[in-house]
């Protein structure tokens, strides 16, 4: 069956912190990997995608991920966490868009202290 | 990328009625999607929006229900009908871009918030 495991449901970093955001996936195909993060009272932002080649993709705001075929997985790091990044972020895989829908994780809160 | 902006962005409805919440596309898309996020909860895609043909509905999710229609490439809208409290959620529309390349991303609008009384 295809699924998105996102295992910690929330996160507390200091501000200046690094963070590393858990993301397994279960795909019968190629998968195409995705991370969203979604604010207090808004919509779905992307930060970066997967599609192929170099498995360490670059994102917005300074986020990273790293696709790992063997574990299945594609966690979402960041080297210094800013107050700005409190907010939800969810892991997605699909076929592309294209191909029909996204299948979600749970998605991960992200609190950040001071 | 596609912008994509959702009418209401939140509505407080009686049960039994019935509210339709329209997506607006900023370019042609081939794709649009309607999913549901309940509250605390991850997103569940409820269905395609096809333009030009019925929408594919996936397993849960029923026309009777969740009415789509999808008159042009850039607009849609779907309708929650005869809403009970369970029906309160976040509804969001996506859409996959530009073309029919699997190398599209699904951009996601703002949503709707719905509380059903």
């Known amino acids: 069956a295809q699924s998105v495991t996102q295992p910690d449901i929330h996160i507390t970093v200091s501000e200046g912190a690094s963070l590393e955001l858990r993301c397994n996936y279960s795909?019968?195909?190629?998968?195409?990997l995705f991370w969203y993060v979604q604010s207090p009272g808004q919509g779905l932002q992307l930060l970066l995608k997967?599609?192929?080649?170099?498995?360490l993709v670059q994102g917005i705001k300074g986020f990273e991920a790293e696709f790992k075929r063997s574990q299945s997985s594609f966690n979402l790091r960041k080297p210094s966490v800013h107050w700005s990044d409190a907010a939800e972020y969810f892991c997605?895989?699909?076929?592309?868009?294209?191909?029909?829908?996204?299948?979600f994780g749970k998605g991960t809160k992200l609190s950040v202290k001071p | 990328s596609a912008v994509i902006s959702q009418k209401p962005s939140r509505d407080i409805c009686q049960r039994g009625t019935s509210l339709t919440i329209q997506c607006q596309v900023d370019?042609?898309?081939?794709?649009m999607f309607w999913y549901r996020q309940q509250p605390g909860q991850s997103l569940t895609l409820i269905a395609t929006?096809?333009?030009?043909?019925?929408?594919?509905?996936e397993s849960g999710f029923v026309i009777d229900k969740f009415p789509i229609s999808r008159p042009n490439l850039t607009f849609s809208t779907l309708t929650v009908s005869n809403m009970s409290p369970e029906d309160s959620s976040i509804y969001l529309c996506?859409?996959?871009?530009?073309?029919?390349?699997?190398?599209?991303?699904?951009?996601f609008g703002p949503g709707t918030r719905l509380l059903v009384l």
């Open positions: 997967y599609f192929s080649g170099d498995t």
């Open positions: 929006a096809n333009q030009g043909s019925e929408a594919t509905y």
């Open positions: 997605a895989v699909g076929g592309g868009g294209s191909q029909g829908n996204l299948i």
């Open positions: 795909y019968g195909a190629t998968p195409y």
């Open positions: 370019s042609q898309v081939t794709m």
């Open positions: 996506s859409a996959a871009g530009e073309s029919t390349a699997r190398e599209e991303t699904q951009y």
